[in-house]
């Protein structure tokens, strides 16, 4: 497998430090709201990735943080006259229940700033004793001149850098870029005690130190979006470089940006969408299924009409995989023939294609390409000769491939209203009784609800029709 290593800005070899096993780290979310669909591509991209490498066969430790103290958290939380613990226990619970929608998969481990305060207060003294931080007013800060490799991830030199940086016009800092990895405490702000008085840490030394903590020294693969590239990730590398002595991360993911209606995503905008929000439109795995239609490293466009392509593109594969499942069913065991065989080595190639596509980059767009391209098979075949094992083999290929996507998980019945399943039933019962008429009046009553069915040799066939 090839990753675009930010770091390099070229195509890699993925070789994990220990052969099978694969440490992998990735920003999560700051928890004072539901996160925005925005937050939703990293989620959904890197479940991915994660899904993609246990299914090649690594042993993966994959860790998520939740930010759970900072400035938005107690501005949020003293908004609403609660805690910020509440206020993060609250998000959190919600953060599941996106996720869960999203088919992303829980972390092996989900660390929380307020839980691992130890380790981050043991690598900010570690800096300071190693001279590459400083104390002033209780605050601690990294000192980036110490560091001769900053800006290594953003590709900008440190002169460029400071040009560039806000400068104080205070002597809290010795230098502009100079980033806190400590803030004294303020009037009604959480603290926890520290060598420098209670204060509090700052945004980016937590991921440094439960990095450490859970992952050890150096991992594998570190990502998160784009936005993430500076100053967040060039501060860990600082930071977790000169408190270790050793490289952070081998290999850096980021993925492009969002817009929505090819404007930049913003709240003065108007163009803001919590991922909640659009799932009151919209099914979860279709939003997801959207987020894996382009490569991850472009700039992906947000609109109604694309959302809807993408609920047409997913109707057609599931189509394809309820048909599958209602011949099965009646099906028979045949012999295996040459053409069977034939058929059989055909429908596996297309694993070949789609792990081909994953393998360069993680291109989800082309493996999806290839799942299209089976379906485009299945759906030309001529099915009415299969035995019953061609089409275990074509599901289960379809359901193989749909799991490292992460969609699929929905069974027919589950899309299919109370209503309909009652006239499906009251269908049934009037071809039972010969009675036609009635039979066509609650067929095109179906139809109005979008369900359209069609009386075959081996049974009435269900088709959810496309919105």
């Known amino acids: 497998m090839k990753i675009y290593n930010t770091l390099t800005r070229k195509k890699e070899e993925f070789v994990p430090i220990t052969p099978g096993k694969v440490k992998m780290y990735s920003c999560g979310p700051t928890v004072y709201n539901y996160f925005h669909i925005g937050n939703a591509r990293p989620f959904i991209i890197f479940d991915t990735l994660r899904r993609y490498l246990e299914y090649i066969g690594y042993d993966?430790?994959?860790?998520?943080?939740?930010?759970?103290?900072?400035?938005?958290?107690?501005?949020?939380?003293?908004?609403?006259?609660?805690?910020?613990?509440?206020?993060?226990?609250?998000?959190?619970?919600?953060?599941?229940?996106d996720a869960k929608g999203l088919g992303i998969k829980e972390a092996t481990i989900h660390p929380k700033a307020t839980e691992n305060m130890d380790a981050i207060i043991n690598t900010v003294n570690t800096l300071v004793d190693k001279g590459y931080a400083y104390e002033s007013n209780g605050d601690v800060y990294f000192e980036t001149k110490k560091f001769s490799e900053y800006g290594k991830l953003s590709k900008q030199p440190l002169e460029d850098l400071e040009a560039g940086a806000r400068i104080d016009v205070t002597d809290v800092k010795r230098n502009p870029t100079d980033f806190a990895l400590w803030k004294a405490k303020k009037e009604g702000e959480p603290a926890w005690e520290s060598p420098w008085g209670e204060g509090r840490p700052g945004w980016h030394i937590e991921c440094s130190a439960m990095v450490n903590k859970f992952l050890g020294d150096t991992i594998d693969i570190h990502s998160g979006g784009q936005d993430l590239i500076f100053p967040h990730h060039e501060n860990e590398i600082a930071q977790s470089e000169c408190a270790n002595g050793k490289p952070f991360a081998r290999y850096w993911m980021h993925n492009g940006y969002i817009n929505v209606d090819n404007e930049k995503m913003s709240k003065s905008k108007g163009n803001f969408f919590t991922v909640r929000d659009?799932?009151?439109?919209?099914?979860?795995?279709?939003?997801?299924?959207?987020?894996?239609?382009?490569?991850?490293?472009?700039?992906?466009?947000?609109?109604?009409?694309?959302l809807a392509q993408s609920k047409s593109g997913l109707d057609r594969l599931y189509n394809c995989l309820y048909n599958l499942e209602f011949l099965t069913e009646k099906s028979k065991k045949r012999p295996l023939t040459p053409e069977v065989e034939t058929a059989k080595t055909e429908i596996l190639s297309f694993k070949d294609k789609f792990c081909a596509a994953m393998d360069d980059d993680l291109n989800t767009a082309d493996a999806i390409a290839a799942l299209f391209d089976l379906v485009k098979y299945l759906n030309s075949a001529n099915k009415e000769a299969w035995p019953k094992e061609l089409y275990d083999v074509s599901i289960g290929l379809m359901r193989e491939l749909g799991g490292v996507l992460g969609i699929f998980h929905r069974q027919q019945e589950d899309t299919i209203?109370?209503?309909?399943?009652?006239?499906i039933e009251q269908r049934k019962e009037a071809r039972a009784q010969k009675d036609w008429a009635k039979a066509d009046e609650i067929r095109d009553e179906l139809l109005s609800l979008g369900i359209e069915v069609a009386d075959t040799r081996q049974g009435m066939k269900i088709r959810i029709l496309e919105k």
Do not use: C, P, W
């Not at 943080?65 to 006259?81: R, S």
């Not at 209203?417 to 006239?423: D, N, P, Q, V, Y």
């Open 417 to 423: 209203s109370e209503r309909a399943k009652e006239l």
């Open 60 to 97: 993966v430790t994959f860790v998520q943080n939740f930010t759970d103290i900072d400035d938005k958290m107690i501005k949020n939380a003293n908004e609403q006259g609660i805690t910020v613990k509440e206020l993060a226990d609250k998000f959190i619970a919600e953060y599941f229940k």
């Open 278 to 306: 659009v799932a009151k439109k919209y099914d979860y795995e279709v939003i997801r299924f959207f987020m894996l239609s382009a490569h991850y490293r472009s700039v992906i466009n947000f609109a109604d009409e694309l």
